[in-house]
C-alpha cells in the first residue's frame, strides 16, 4: 500500500504539479497563486482572511532554502494540498532576513528579519497559523494555535491544515496523536 501511495505522488507530480509550481520571485523566496501580497499589518491581514471565511497562515522562508524548496516543488504543488489551500487560507509570506516593514497583532513595526528574531523563531519553512481572534496585546508567536517548522510529506502537511481548519486544536487530541488516528484511518 505504502509502494502504491509514493507511486501516486509522484505520478501525481509529473503529471500535474509542474502545473503549479511556484517560481522564483526577485527576493529569492518562492511565490504562489494562493499567497498573498498585503501591506504586512497582521490585524488587517487577520481581518481580511475572516471576512473571506479562511484562516490566516504565516510562511517564513529564506532565500536558498532547501527545506522551502522542497515544499514548494513536492508538497504544495499536489492538487489536493494547493486546492485545500487556496479554499481554506489566506497565506502571507515573511522573509526570514526580509527588510519590509511589518505590524504585529501587539502594534509593533519591525522589519520582516526583527519580526521573526522577536518571534524567535530559527528555522525555515515556519508555518504559524492563527486564530480568527487574537488577543489584544499578544504577538504572533503568543496567539499562533500551532507553529510548524521544518518541512513535512504531504500525509502531515494536509493533516496539518485540516486540523486547523476543523478547530481540532480546542479538543484534547494533540496533533501527533490526531495525525495517527488519521494514517491509520487513510491506510485502512
Request: one cysteine or more; glycine letters at 8%.
Amino acid at each position: 500500500m505504502k509502494l502504491l501511495k509514493t507511486c501516486l505522488t509522484i505520478v501525481s507530480l509529473a503529471l500535474g504539479g509542474s502545473a503549479f509550481a511556484a517560481e522564483l520571485g526577485d527576493d529569492g523566496l518562492h511565490k504562489t497563486a494562493w499567497m498573498r501580497d498585503t501591506f504586512k499589518d497582521l490585524n488587517e491581514d487577520l481581518a481580511e482572511a475572516n471576512a473571506e471565511g479562511k484562516r490566516l497562515m504565516l510562511t517564513v522562508e529564506q532565500r536558498g532554502c532547501i527545506y522551502c524548496a522542497k515544499m514548494h516543488e513536492e508538497v504544495f504543488p499536489l492538487p489536493s494540498i494547493d486546492a485545500y489551500l487556496k479554499e481554506h487560507f489566506f497565506v502571507v509570506q515573511i522573509n526570514m532576513f526580509g527588510d519590509i516593514e511589518m505590524t504585529d497583532f501587539d502594534g509593533e513595526s519591525l522589519p520582516e528579519k526583527e519580526m521573526v528574531r522577536k518571534w524567535g523563531m530559527m528555522f525555515t519553512p515556519t508555518l504559524v497559523f492563527l486564530p480568527e481572534e487574537v488577543a489584544e496585546g499578544q504577538t504572533a508567536a503568543q496567539a499562533a494555535v500551532a507553529t510548524v517548522p521544518g518541512a513535512f510529506g504531504p500525509g502531515t502537511t494536509l493533516n496539518m491544515l485540516q486540523w486547523v481548519v476543523d478547530k481540532e486544536y480546542e479538543g484534547d487530541e494533540p496533533f501527533q496523536k490526531y495525525l495517527a488516528r488519521k494514517l491509520t484511518e487513510q491506510n485502512n
